[in-house]
């Protein structure tokens, strides 16, 4: 299991994804699930994955391969919109899945994979889009605007309490380190290094990057602080009628 997110803002684009792609008693391996395309003054380009590693890669090798292949029907640089690239990988997934179908039958396991593809093509808005296994994709909306794969419900609180298309770029990036952190606390199957890059809306050139660990001074400090954070808010909770009562109690005598 694994976990990334993609946010869309007003002023652009953050993405963030783990590392961890198997996890046991004795086992854990790591791979990097963000992959970054990208040519300067005409598209930069996100993909994040999920699910089945052999699928994933696959795909991302179709990707690499059409691009350098002048005889390919389409490929990243060919779309003159983002929902194209993401019906486009989604053909890609679906072929991939489509091979070994009988195999992983046979063998009762599955090789579906899933995807968020984001970014911004020069003289088009920056979005992005989530691709199911089934090929078909959907997009951000206003009132959610955020997407994620993998196990995502650890690291879903935050993202709605806290985000709307007006929250600035930077606090979004926070955003997906705490939601992130979040989910490696409470479940295994995710884990460290962290990725993080950001996509500036109408700056179409390669996406601040960054890879953090636990031991990242920003990682560990923001870790911290939001710790520290809730557990001060938790202790500023209104108190129980009964509690008040007891508190006046002590207090008189």
Known sequence: MTYCLAIKVNKGLVFASDSRTN????????????????WPGERSIVLLTSGSLATS???VNAIK??????????????GKHLHELAEYVGKLSQAEQKQHAEAMERSGSSNESN????GQIAGQPHEIFLIY????????SDDTPYLQIGENKYGKPILDRILSGATSLEDAARCAIVSLDSTIRSNISVGPPVELAM???????????????????????????????????????PRFEWEKKAETGSAQK
């Open 23 to 38: 996890a046991g008693v004795d086992y854990i391996a790591t791979y990097s699930k963000m992959w970054r395309f990208c």
């Open 57 to 59: 890669q696959a795909v």
């Open 65 to 78: 391969r059409d691009l350098e292949n002048p005889e390919a029907k389409f490929n990243l640089r060919a």
């Open 115 to 118: 995807f968020i593809i984001g």
């Open 133 to 140: 296994p089934q090929g078909n994709y959907i997009s951000a």
């Open 199 to 237: 996509l500036t809306a109408n700056q179409v050139e390669a996406p601040y990057h960054q890879t953090f660990t636990l031991n990242s001074p920003m990682y560990k400090s923001m870790q911290k602080q939001w710790t520290q954070g809730l557990k001060r808010t938790f202790n500023r909770l």
